[in-house]
């Protein structure tokens, strides 16, 4: 693998409202659909090894617009399942738990659809996905979401999971990860298109 680039899907109704969005699958908002256009310069000379996308519909619209074609869909780049804090907001859930943090105190179980994942499943999750990167000729990219990418991000730098909490990623941002002197770094992060 050259380089991995990983594309955030564009806004929904729910990240623009700050609400935990795992396994709830929602369309984007018009300006999702705008930004996830935008990232088309990024992806229009195509020569990618391997494309990956989650099942979500909001990663597979974000690909679609930005021009990415002959993706596979892959499970494991599904959002972090939330449980119980599904579709809440982290004000509402500190109303019960004060100083709540996701990346300190995890999730509480959710009904049979949201059962809830540690950040421990999460990586193992993309552990799976950087493997499958590693092993791949060219180019990556992933279109994915925005705690799903941070935890990966942590992993491909050989982090601890819970570490993704220093990398924020806005919606319809990408970034870019490979190596130098073979070693894995960050080569761009939640970087806007203009």
């Given at each position: 693998?050259d ?14 409202a ?6 709830t ?12 256009r935008?990232l088309?310069?990024l ?11 989650s099942?979500?519909e909001r ?17 494991d ?7 119980g804090?599904?579709g ?22 959710g009904?049979?659809?949201h ?12 552990d799976?996905?950087?493997e ?10 992933l ?9 990966l991000?942590?992993?491909w730098?050989g ?6 909490r220093l990398?924020?990623?806005?919606t ?23």
């Amino acid at each position: 693998m050259d380089e991995m680039l990983l594309l955030r899907h564009g806004e929904t109704e729910w990240s623009k409202a700050g609400r935990h969005t795992g396994r709830t699958d929602l369309p984007l908002t018009e300006r999702g659909e705008e930004q996830a256009r935008a990232l088309a310069p990024l992806v229009e000379k195509g020569d990618f090894g391997l494309v990956l996308v989650s099942p979500a519909e909001r990663a597979r619209r974000t690909a679609d617009l930005a021009g990415l074609t002959g993706y596979e869909v892959d499970p494991d780049l599904w959002e972090w399942d939330y449980g119980g804090y599904e579709g809440i907001t982290t004000p509402r859930i500190r109303e019960d738990r004060p100083g709540w943090y996701l990346w300190r105190d995890g999730v509480i179980p959710g009904d049979a659809e949201h059962p809830g994942e540690s950040a421990a499943h999460v990586a193992a999750r993309a552990d799976r996905v950087i493997e499958r990167a590693r092993a791949a000729e060219g180019r990556v990219v992933l279109v994915a979401h925005g705690h799903f990418l941070r935890v990966l991000a942590a992993r491909w730098l050989g982090l601890d999971p819970s570490e993704g909490r220093l990398f924020r990623l806005d919606t319809g941002t990408y970034s870019r990860l490979g190596h130098e002197h073979a070693e894995p770094v960050l080569l761009a992060w939640n970087a806007p298109v203009h």
